[in-house]
């Protein structure tokens, strides 16, 4: 059973893929029509493991910023995604026109290194659409102070799911940029689909488990 909604919610929606690639495999005497499912298959699945990852990314913002952990208690790395988050070209245009409203932003900048309960939690959850290959996914979870969050969440196959990874971005860029037609039949793409419902559940495991580590430090400290 997963841990986050965000991993329960993703489950929940693939099912439209399934539906099309259902579909698409009653097509075969119909190209144009198969092409267009197993095209709309590939698309809708990356667009739906691009939601959850920036679903998972936030759910695991607010389960940290709800414990209000103290500052000494958050990954170093996690520090320096806020301060790349506080201190953004907005902030530092609004310090050179002597903009008040940056006070809240130092508040909160405050807080980050000496505050003993930490309210919120400023990190980055969304990355750039069309860069979600392997890199880009251990980007967004190095902002929680993940290392790498292929090698926490696998123990083998690593370069197995980067590569998947890997693949189906490009498939998807390819589709929407040049409109391009892959030449896939609907068992490939359903092996996708199954590749990342186990890569969600492995991402949940490793996410709760980090998450929950981080809070429990509180506990820890408190007694």
């Known amino acids: 059973m997963p841990s986050l909604q965000a991993t329960a919610d993703f489950d929940s929606s693939l099912r439209e893929a399934d539906a099309l690639l259902a579909l698409a495999a009653s097509m075969h005497g119909d190209a144009v029509a198969f092409s267009a499912l197993l095209k709309s298959s590939i698309l809708l699945l990356t667009s739906k493991l691009e939601a959850f990852l920036e679903e998972a990314a936030e759910e695991c913002r607010f389960f940290i910023e709800s414990a209000a952990c ?22 530092l245009a609004k310090l050179k026109h002597g903009n008040p409203q940056i006070l809240d932003r130092l508040d909160a900048f405050r807080e980050l290194f000496y505050g003993d309960g930490v309210q919120r939690l400023i990190v980055e959850t969304k990355f750039s659409y069309g860069k979600h290959g392997d890199s880009e996914v251990r980007k967004l979870f190095q902002r929680f102070g993940i290392k790498d969050i292929f090698e926490s969440a696998y123990e083998d196959g690593i370069d197995a799911i980067k590569a998947d990874l890997n693949s189906l971005t490009a498939i998807r860029n390819n589709i929407i940029h040049n409109d391009a037609s892959p030449s896939f039949s609907v068992e490939q793409v359903v092996g996708f689909v199954v590749k990342m419902r186990d890569f969600s559940s492995r991402l949940d495991t490793c996410l709760y488990e980090h998450c929950l580590g981080i809070t429990m430090r509180k506990v820890v400290e408190s007694n």
């Open 70 to 91: 103290s500052s000494n208690m958050l990954p170093p790395a996690m520090k320096v995604a806020m301060l790349q988050s506080f201190l953004d070209d907005s902030f």
